[in-house]
């Protein structure tokens, strides 16, 4: 069978081009008028979900049902234009995918968009829709937030429903979403978490000074005045380090339970199907293969204290200000220790992984011309208040307060 192309006007290579999965908006409802995408793990009805591999594409069915997450949106007004570019089977940051190619970074064309939500953080980026639907694991949600100068949240863990989408490691997988400005934002944030009332703000802001160590000095200096904001709207601020031996020792076990719940989930295709990996994809597997039952067992424990200790630290109406990437958008080719960059990504990102956290990226700094992210990272639950806080914040520098 001949593929389906794709007819959406699409000058960032965002949208897949072989779906026209998509869905009319009610006619009336809180988001009518909004037009939205969707990463390609999320099912469609009708439609086969490809999960940027051709080969999960080519033996799998079409869904028999759309998603819980899209027909919320559906439902309430805004129209599905199409589905986005994933990094294949959501394995990677950057927003590489050997088969379908990379989309642009709108940004900044020559620098990658982050993954593996990229292309519906270039649709996004680029205008092409109101606002698009992400999954972020490891950062697939804030990094490409962060590279593409747009609001994204990764939300608390189990807080938006998971049915009808890929899934990568259960116990970290969240959906999320991007957008341009803080008013969209909150428009489909109060859709998509049942948000009513008004939030509280935080009392306390801890700024991570090992975090901020992680970034490069460009990065830091370019996110101090979001900082000094962000100080100056509550009651009280401290700076303290989050892991009293390091960040890097600290988090070194929570791969080896998020790759080894990966390899759980794929592996019965793997192994029935041999299918076409480009060597970084399938490179990921063979070592989550090598993880035993017994390691990720091991490594339980040590989340829990990076739980325990978080806990403690949100006591009392506080949340966290981190960088949300250690270094704008990389070059598309990709010229830099990507090893070095890659986990220092993780060390930021994983926090809120581990502990099922809200994370919210302010798209309120460049580096020479090129997006860099704040976050507010927050106790489960504080998914509202990092919003409203976040809109203050942006709207205090937009003013100069």
């Keep these: 069978m001949a593929p389906v192309q794709s ?8 949208f897949c081009p072989d779906t026209q999965a998509s869905l009319p908006g009610a006619s ?41 997450v899209v027909q919320r949106l559906v439902d309430a007004g805004a129209t599905l234009v199409g589905k986005t570019m994933t990094d294949e089977l959501t394995r990677g940051v950057f927003g590489e995918n050997m088969h379908y190619g990379m989309p642009i970074n709108p940004r900044s064309p020559d620098r990658v968009p982050g993954g593996s939500s990229c292309g519906s953080a270039a649709a ?51 959906i999320g979403w991007f957008t341009r400005d803080a008013s969209t934002f909150a428009r489909v944030g109060a859709v998509l978490l049942g948000m009513s009332g008004e ?43 989050l892991a ?27 192994k029935r199907v041999n299918p076409r990996m480009s060597f970084w994809v399938a490179d990921r597997y063979v ?29 009392d109406g506080t949340i966290v200000c981190l960088p949300t990437s250690p270094v704008p958008a990389p070059p598309r080719a990709l010229q ?28 309120l700094a460049e580096v020479g011309g090129l997006p860099v992210g704040l976050s507010l990272l927050g106790p489960r639950g504080s998914d509202e208040m990092l919003i409203a806080f976040g809109a203050s914040v942006a709207a205090a520098m937009a003013t100069g307060q």
């Design 7 to 14: 007819t959406i006007h699409d000058p960032f290579n965002a």
């Design 28 to 68: 009336e409802g809180p988001l009518r008028g909004l037009s939205f995408a969707a990463k390609d793990i999320f099912d469609v009805v009708g439609h086969t979900t490809g999960v940027g591999n051709p080969d999960w594409k080519a033996t799998h069915e079409p869904a028999t049902a759309t998603a819980s």
């Design 124 to 174: 996004v980026a680029g205008g092409l829709v109101d606002f698009a639907l992400g999954s972020d694991t490891a950062g697939s949600v804030r990094i490409p937030a962060s590279f593409c100068g747009l609001w994204g949240l990764r939300p608390t863990h189990g807080r938006i429903a998971m049915d009808g989408t890929f899934p990568q490691a259960p116990s970290f997988d969240t």
């Design 199 to 241: 939030p509280t703000f935080p009392r306390r802001i801890v700024v991570a000074e090992d975090a901020f160590e992680m970034t490069d000095v460009p990065v830091r200096d370019a996110l101090a005045p979001a900082v000094d904001t962000v100080l100056s709207l509550a009651e009280e601020s401290i700076n303290e380090r």
């Design 244 to 270: 009293p031996r390091g960040l890097s020792e600290w988090l070194s076990q929570i791969p080896i339970i998020q790759n080894h719940e990966a390899w759980r989930s794929i592996s019965n295709w793997i």
């Design 287 to 315: 070592r989550a293969r090598a993880i035993t039952d017994e390691q990720a067992a091991a490594a339980g424990p040590i989340r829990n204290r990076i739980r325990m200790r978080m806990e403690d630290l949100f006591d």
């Design 336 to 363: 830099i220790d990507r090893q070095s960059v890659l986990e220092r990504m993780m060390l930021l990102t994983q926090v809120s992984g581990a502990t099922g956290t809200p994370q919210l990226n302010l798209p």
